[in-house]
């Protein structure tokens, strides 16, 4: 993984975040997952009147790649997030539960997932495996499903 395509992926990242639907919270999270092919699928996130039915920017990028029958395929995914209208440049990472969902890409396609992780402004990018952020993880091998 370059640094380029890290970059790249915040941008594409940044971009979908221009479409977070978070009247709520009022923080705009992007994801942009890179497939084996080369191309991005980006998200973000997603709230309801009903709080506790908000999906995450990661999930429903995530969700996007199955409905394309890849989810076998995933590389890479960047996450960028921040309070609107603030500039923020802190560095975000993914949510437990986003952790554990991008888990299940990386135990089915067999890679350890690298996250890139970036503000909603900024240069700053932090990279991690998803085995860092999610070590002994529990996933579909646990049942037997590869
Ligand atoms: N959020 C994400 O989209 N991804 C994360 O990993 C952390 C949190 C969203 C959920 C909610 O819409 C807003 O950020 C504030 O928690």
Request: hydrophobic share 45%; net charge negative.
């Amino acid at each position: 993984m370059t640094e380029h395509s890290a970059s790249a992926l915040i941008l594409a990242a940044r971009a979908a975040a221009g479409n977070a639907h978070a009247p709520y919270s009022n923080f705009a999270v992007g994801a942009a997952v890179l497939l084996t092919d080369g191309s991005v699928v980006t998200g973000a996130n997603f709230e309801n009147a009903s709080y506790g039915l908000s999906l995450c920017a990661e999930t429903v990028a995530l969700a996007t790649v199955n409905a394309q029958g890849k989810l076998r395929d995933v590389v890479a995914i960047g996450v960028i997030g921040g309070r609107i209208g603030h500039g923020d440049t802190a560095t975000v990472r993914p949510c437990g539960r986003c952790r554990q969902i991008i888990n299940e890409a990386a135990q089915l396609g067999g890679r350890d997932i690298l996250v890139h992780c970036g503000g909603a402004t900024g240069d700053a990018i932090a990279t991690h495996r998803l085995s860092e952020l999610l070590p002994d993880a529990f996933g579909p091998a646990d049942l037997g499903i590869g």
